[in-house]
T-cell receptor, first 112, second 110 residues
Framework: NAGVTQTPKFQVLKTGQSMTLQCAQD?????MYWYRQDPGMGLRLIYY???????DKGEVPNGYNVSRLNKREFSLRLESAAPSQTSVYFC???????????FGEGSRLTVL | QKEVEQNSGPLSVPEGAIASLNCTYS??????FFWYRQYSGKSPELIMF????GDKEDGRFTAQLNKASQYVSLLIRDSQPSDSATYLC??????????FGAGTTVTVRA
């Protein structure tokens, strides 16, 4: 079982470059999330998609865009990367039973 | 005030001792509460889920919830070196948004 798959796992960008983080889940979950994790700050919600066709801002949406491509896939785009976006990004999904989040392995992004 | 506050670490305990982790939250609408464990360089994994006031035990882990005081805790009994990790508290509101605390790092000394 793949669960939640994120790509790429590592990426180095220069300031101003753009990129898209891909996320796919094979658990038939309705809701998907993008978090970022910085040292000492825990996980902060960037965007989430409660169901296919909807997306909503989380705690720290500035500088990011998302697309819920279908029920399985939820991508995160950085249009013009900034050093402040250097972080580890986690995609997660949940079904409706308990709300437990299942996480991908994370994507480590460095912006120079 | 942050939505979720956890006791600051790192918390160092000897092997076999009890590690006590605390979490307070500000959203009174929070219905259920998750404790995740995160090893260094890995993604978070669920270890406990509680939604009723009182205690819930699962092996060496006990979660305690007091909604009136907006407080949830996690006890790790008979701590083992494999318990060395960061523990994240996450209350869930009705809309399935989970807010995470900054985490408490636990180190179990052999």
């Amino acid at each position: 079982n793949a669960g939640v798959t994120q790509t790429p796992k590592f990426q180095v960008l220069k300031t101003g470059q753009s990129m898209t983080l891909q996320c796919a889940q094979d658990m038939n979950h309705n809701s998907m999330y993008w978090y970022r994790q910085d040292p000492g700050m825990g996980l902060r919600l960037i965007y989430y998609s409660a169901s296919e066709g909807t997306t909503d801002k989380g705690e720290v949406p500035n500088g990011y865009n998302v697309s819920r491509l279908n029920k399985r896939e939820f991508s995160l785009r950085l249009e013009s990367a900034a050093p402040s976006q250097t972080s580890v990004y986690f995609c997660a999904s949940t079904g409706r039973a308990t709300g437990e989040l299942f996480f991908g392995e994370g994507s480590r992004l460095t912006v120079l | 005030q942050k939505e979720v506050e956890q006791n600051s670490g790192p918390l160092s305990v000897p092997e076999g001792a009890i590690a006590s982790l605390n979490c307070t939250y500000s959203d009174r609408g929070s219905q259920s509460f998750f404790w995740y464990r995160q090893y260094s360089g890995k993604s978070p994994e669920l270890i406990m889920f509680i939604y009723s006031n009182g205690d819930k035990e699962d092996g060496r882990f006990t979660a305690q919830l007091n909604k009136a005081s907006q407080y949830v805790s996690l006890l790790i009994r008979d701590s083992q070196p494999s318990d060395s990790a960061t523990y994240l508290c996450a209350p869930r509101a009705n809309d399935y948004k989970l807010s995470f605390g900054a985490g408490t790092t636990v180190t179990v000394r052999a």
